[in-house]
């Protein structure tokens, strides 16, 4: 290291000379040397940045180096510098040379002063401690030491129920940070436009979790006499890390935080879920924050929204709590809108929120499971146990709710309907000459979702088909050899993104390819994602495209666990969603036993019995084709479905 740094220092000074390296007659190289070198450039910086005013400092600089030159007799004359070291420079700089041992000295000696200062005017004879304490070798106690590797031990999932009804489960593991919270079962599919109250008012429940993502810890505490300000300082102070996120089946509550403050975190995080305040000028905030955010929605997310609408379309019957006393009984569940709309925003208040905790919240311990990763089990049964032990059924005496995935009473299952939806947009008022492009995704249905037994060839038959953006680094891992990258974003060039994607709800689902391009080729990406579905359902897939999918499907799963948050989101939402938890070494099993024989049959079964879903998001929507010239397509190409071929 010492010779390479010597070898590169020689060359930088001859570089700044302009000598040849063969042709230097310096002395011996120093850190010195490089000292100088960078002291030019720091003060060619400062040249730029200050103008006048760095040129009057360079000249008095200049003026003291000549009236000292007497009184250095001998003195080797300054350096010259050509007009190509330093252009904008009528005269060279000073430049001085400061020895470490010097520096070290000078310092020894000023803090000498100054405890003898201090101590003669305070009279003390001892010197002044430090104010920052020594750092040591020993960990603080908040940071646990790594425990010897015979004490560790595979860690497990643990679940138990307490007596109402609530679940908690978690794994253990040798971190010094916990991730604990909640998940709720309840999201935007319960939200309704219109709710008829017993004092025949209504209140509107259609974007509250939306509202209640946005409130989450931002609401005053009653019950522990905190307002949002000190709840945020008290979480603060704890050096937690909150989130909260909602889903069309869920909601999320989470706290990230040391081990030792994991107890204080999860009191305020239950008292953020069961009964915050919610005031009415916290909400007329949040929906201001609301506001903003519709003005500039992505088009991916009015994409995916519009494939959901298109997909559970409205019903011929009501699809509602039959009472007929909202406009929207006829949408289904899945079919409604997850984010508010600009038409629901004006309707939500904090009676809303109140309302909708109340009728999916409060009396539904069922729907109720407490998470945790990081932390000893017994401990989170305790904190589940002293904060979401109390709660009770809307009816007691009814018998316990059926096992998932309708444990919320309030869930009733839809149906898949396929369709369209075609929004086309305005030209971005701030952005007119930015890039604009047609968004197009082609879907089917996944019958039964989470608990469909095709759901792991699913998962393997998009991770296959990969894709991404058409600006991607590349290299391992990022799917530059799936089959969309290969077959559509490498082969054409106006394509912008081409990925595979899947959604799964409880009693159904989607899997779909989505693009975009230019306007004038949205058609041809059309086409494009048609080929790749009817080859699909023709061709059996490789086995080296198979086992490559698969490996990088275990892959994902493995590393994502390795986070403790998608640890405790994981526990938290298969507890939810089945009952119970599948490890890992389960699921990477599955994923081994899928063949390209269950990657044809879910293609065929889609293509073949289905009607397909289609989104369109764009300025220009018009080269796209209508649904029914998709199926024709469809039809049309598949018609040698039978005849399958390769290998």
């Known amino acids: 290291i010492l010779v390479r740094t010597t070898c590169w220092a020689a060359v930088a000074v001859c570089a700044a000379r302009r000598r040849p390296l063969h042709q230097s007659h310096h002395a011996p190289i120093s850190f010195t040397s490089l000292t100088s070198a960078a002291h030019q450039r720091q003060q060619h910086r400062e040249r730029h940045d200050n103008g006048p005013a760095f040129q009057q400092v360079v000249r008095t600089r200049m003026d003291n180096a000549s009236s000292a030159a007497p009184a250095a007799a001998g003195a080797p004359a300054p350096p010259t510098f050509s007009s190509y070291d330093f252009p904008e420079r009528n005269e060279a700089p000073v430049i001085t040379r400061t020895r470490a041992i010097d520096v070290a000295s000078s310092r020894r000696a000023s803090d000498s002063s100054d405890n003898i200062n201090t101590s003669s005017s305070t009279g003390a004879s001892a010197i002044v401690p430090p104010h920052s304490k020594p750092i040591s070798s020993a960990p603080p106690p908040a940071i646990l030491s790594a425990p010897p590797s015979a004490r560790l031990s595979t860690p497990a999932t643990e679940i138990t129920t307490l007596p109402n009804g609530v679940r908690v489960g978690s794994m253990e593991t040798p971190s010094p940070v916990s991730a604990v919270g909640v998940l709720l079962d309840f999201g935007s599919r319960h939200e309704r436009l219109r709710n008829a109250l017993p004092d025949d008012s209504a209140v509107s429940t259609a974007g509250v979790n939306h509202l209640l993502e946005l409130l989450a810890f931002q609401s ?32 999320m509550y989470c706290v990230d935080v040391l081990r030792p403050n994991a107890v204080p975190a ?15 000028e916290e909400v007329e905030e949040m929906k201001k924050v609301m506001e903003f955010q519709l003005m500039d929605v992505v088009p991916q997310i009015l994409l995916g929204e519009g494939l959901q609408m298109a997909a559970y379309g409205k019903l011929a019957e009501s699809n509602g709590d039959g009472d007929g006393d909202g406009d929207d009984d006829t949408l289904q569940q899945l079919g409604r809108p997850h984010f508010c709309t600009a038409e629901a925003l004006p309707l939500l208040s904090a009676r809303s929120v109140h309302f909708f905790k109340e009728q999916n919240l409060l009396h539904n311990p069922h729907g109720v499971v407490v998470s945790g990763s990081g932390i000893e089990h017994d401990a989170l049964v305790e904190l589940a146990m002293r904060h979401f032990g109390d709660m009770t059924a809307a009816n007691p005496n009814e018998p316990p709710p059926s096992p998932p995935p309708h444990d919320n009473p309030h869930t009733l299952p839809s149906t898949y309907t396929g369709g369209q939806y075609r929004l086309p947009t305005p030209l971005h008022s701030l952005y007119p000459d930015k890039p604009q492009y047609t968004h197009v995704a082609l879907a089917f249905e996944a019958p039964l979702g989470w608990h469909s037994p095709h759901l792991v060839p699913l998962c393997v038959l998009q991770t296959l088909l990969g894709g991404g953006s058409s600006f991607s680094a590349g290299g391992p891992g990022k799917g530059m050899y799936s089959k969309l990258y290969r077959e559509v974003l490498n082969r054409y060039s106006w394509v912008e993104s081409a990925e595979a994607f899947s959604s799964f709800h409880a009693e159904s689902g989607l899997w779909g390819i989505s693009g975009s391009c230019r306007p004038d080729k949205a058609g041809e990406l059309t086409k494009a994602m048609v080929r790749e579905f009817v080859e699909l359902s023709r061709y059996y897939v490789t086995e080296e495209e198979l086992q490559r999918a698969k490996n990088m499907l275990k892959c994902n799963v493995l590393t994502q666990l390795e986070s403790r948050l998608v640890l405790f989101e994981d526990i938290g939402r298969q507890i939810l969603t089945y009952g119970r938890r599948e490890d890992a070494e389960s699921m990477c099993g599955k994923i081994d036993a899928v063949t390209k024989e269950d990657i044809i049959e879910v293609v065929r079964m889609a293509i073949g019995t289905m009607r ?36």
């Not at 000190?230 to 909260?244: I, K, P, Q, V």
């Not at 999860?266 to 009415?280: G, I, Q, R, T």
């Not at 764009?618 to 479905?641: F, H, N, W």
Request: hydrophobic share 40%; glycine share 8%; with cysteine.
């Open 612 to 647: 397909p879903t289609m989104g369109v998001v764009g300025v220009d929507i018009s080269k796209v084709p209508m649904i029914e010239d998709v199926e024709k397509m469809l039809s049309a190409e598949s018609m040698g479905t039978h005849s399958v071929g390769g290998s």
């Open 220 to 251: 005053s505490l009653p019950s522990a006499s905190l307002s949002s300000t000190h709840l945020r300082s008290r979480l603060d102070n704890l050096g937690a890390a909150t989130f909260a996120n909602s889903s069309r089946e869920q909601m």
């Open 266 to 280: 999860f009191d305020l995080l239950a008292e953020v879920v069961k009964c915050p305040e919610v005031a009415e």
